[in-house]
């Protein structure tokens, strides 16, 4: 299943037992994650019938209470766990395997719905098939070519009620290529400098928009992983200033540490020999308490930038940067 087509179904108010966010690309797993809560929560209750589970830390026991609490004052909860396979390898077993069989045991319709939010989960693994009818896996992938990002970003300048003229969604697709967080944001910034009720022209889109080519996003996570603490720091003002969303950053700052984490616990990561070296080195830097104190760092920023914190998401971003680069 596409996000359009996820879409499109919780618009018919169908909702499924389970659901898989797989792949990634942040923002529409991020988006995924968004409608289902505004489809399963009822208004005023989020407080009550959500719960949030970090892979890293839960275990087989917490996940299956959370399933069987009965809602609050509402049809349905919501489970959502994060990167179950982020443990270190062969630890995460009965956590994944007793997320198989509840996936399985989910009645539809459900009373608790669960999601699971993974950027590359294995598609062998048994938890992952376990996500068949009536469950479904939603496949979150930037589009690859050119034409594709034009189109998305199109749809997306439709969404917030943007006209792009002829040649300027050619010319975002160029400037900004698969980075649809940094489009949404920079399609956003254009509208603005066009005036209200103005088109977007080409013109308006290479005067604001910014070349994501100019300040590449590893060079940041490559600084703070062999600890050069000045470069990351210097590297995340030029984002920032760039106009990169903090989001963006946030994203690859997660990735880049999961990616030490599998490495550090003797897991494997799809990566040239080169850029592979330069993780394995990295990752050896790094105890795997220190690993697991920088994830939860992570998700404490992401709480932050959600707006449950009183930083802004450039000083929670910096803060973040100074504690895993440290």
Not at 184 to 196: D, N, S, T, V, Y
Not at 233 to 251: D, I, K, N, S, T
Request: aromatic share 4%; charged share 30%.
């Amino acid at each position: 299943m596409t996000p359009d087509e996820l879409e499109a179904e919780l618009a018919r108010r169908r909702v499924r037992p389970a659901y898989l966010l797989a792949g990634p690309e942040p923002l529409l797993r991020e988006d995924a994650r968004r409608a289902l809560e505004a489809a399963v929560l009822a208004p005023g209750t989020r407080d009550f019938n959500l719960d949030r589970l970090d892979g890293e830390a839960c275990t087989p026991a917490a996940l299956e209470d959370a399933l069987r609490a009965l809602p609050v004052l509402a049809e349905r909860r919501l489970v959502v766990l994060r990167e179950p396979e982020t443990r270190r390898r062969g630890a995460e077993a009965p956590l994944l395997e007793r997320l198989a069989a509840l996936v399985a045991e989910l009645p539809d319709p459900p009373q608790s719905v669960l999601v699971v939010v993974a950027e590359r989960p294995d598609a062998r693994a048994r938890w992952v098939r376990a996500f068949s009818e009536p469950s479904v896996r939603v496949e979150c992938e930037a589009p690859r070519y050119a034409r594709e990002i034009a189109a998305f970003a199109r749809r997306e300048a439709a969404r917030q009620g943007v006209s792009l003229g002829a040649g300027a969604a050619e010319a975002l697709a160029d400037r900004i290529g698969p980075q649809l967080l940094l489009l949404r944001q920079e399609i956003a910034k254009a509208a603005l400098f066009a005036g209200p009720g103005r088109p977007v022209t080409r013109a308006h889109v290479l005067e604001t928009a910014t070349d994501a080519a100019e300040e590449p996003m590893w060079a940041l996570t490559d600084a703070i992983g062999e600890g050069r603490l000045p470069d990351a720091l210097e590297l995340l003002a030029r984002l920032q200033a760039g106009g990169a969303p903090a989001p963006v950053v946030l994203g690859a700052l997660a990735s880049h540490f999961r990616k030490l984490v599998r490495l550090r616990g003797g897991g494997r990561v799809a990566a040239p020999p080169y850029a592979l070296r330069k993780l394995e080195a990295q990752a050896r830097r790094y105890t795997p308490v220190r690993l697991r104190a920088a994830l939860r760092a992570v998700h404490e920023t992401d709480e932050r930038l959600t707006g449950r914190g009183e930083l802004s998401g450039e000083l929670a971003l910096e803060r973040l940067v100074l504690s895993l680069a440290s």
